[in-house]
């Protein structure tokens, strides 16, 4: 299921290119997807042996081509839903930051054992128009299996951008929004800002 989730989530990476992205009024945001997720790939497939000799170069990868084409902040905002009413922009922008971060340590090292032949974009079926979309998409289990994953993307001034995913009916947006809840009660927003910061920090000093 980690390795699904993680093809999921960087296949967001799906707006890289700037050739396909450039098309995007043009094309139905599966076709964007499938077109930049393959992009993505062949770049890890050109490197992978070097690649797997250095993780944190994917780390660097995900971080460039993901991030400015992944809705973080809102991704973020509906994750800590009411926290984030009562939350202060100091609070917010670092919450941001250290929930992707958290997203691309926990799940950018698994990038390496995924090939192009590991997902299917199927045929989109929504209504463009509205701004808002789900894409499907099948993910290849190591035994063969076929998980089913779908992702949300909206229109934003920035083009399509992708904010969740849902693996099998299951939002990671809401799976992290009941932990981070739970945890926020507990301990208050600071404190879980704080571990998620230190984590990142543990992570980075142990390389």
């Known amino acids: 299921m980690i390795r699904a989730l993680t093809l999921a989530l960087l296949s967001v990476a799906a707006f890289s290119n700037g050739a396909v992205a450039s098309a995007a009024e043009a094309n139905e945001p599966s076709q964007i997807i499938q077109n930049a997720a393959n992009e993505m790939l062949k ?3 050109a490197h992978r042996v070097d690649y797997r000799k250095d993780p944190s170069k994917v780390s660097a990868l995900v971080d460039r ?12 905002q509906q994750v800590l839903a009411k926290y984030w009413r009562t939350a202060s922009p100091e609070q917010r922008d670092r919450f941001i930051k250290a929930f992707y971060q958290s997203l691309l340590k926990n799940y950018g090292a ?7 032949d590991r997902m299917t974009v199927l045929p ?8 808002r979309a ?4 099948q993910v290849k289990r190591d035994n063969g299996t076929q998980v089913p994953v779908n ?7 920035k083009g399509w951008m992708a904010y969740d995913v849902s693996i099998e009916g299951i939002s990671y947006i809401k799976s992290y ?13 600071d404190e ?11 992570k980075a000093a142990t390389k």
């Not at 698994?110 to 192009?116: K, R």
């Not at 789900?134 to 998409?137: D, F, L, N, S, Y």
């Not at 992702?151 to 001034?157: A, G, N």
């Not at 879980?192 to 920090?201: A, H, S």
Request: aromatic share 10%.
């Open 43 to 45: 770049e890890l497939d």
């Open 65 to 76: 081509v993901l991030l400015p084409h992944f809705d973080s902040q809102y991704a973020a």
């Open 110 to 116: 698994a990038l390496l054992e995924f090939t192009a």
């Open 124 to 131: 989109f079926a929504g209504d463009l128009a509205s701004g």
């Open 134 to 137: 789900v894409i499907r998409t």
């Open 151 to 157: 992702y949300s993307v909206h229109k934003t001034d």
């Open 177 to 189: 929004r009941t932990d981070f809840g739970a945890e926020i009660d507990q301990k208050g927003l």
């Open 192 to 202: 879980v800002i704080d571990r998620l910061e230190k984590q990142q920090c543990c």
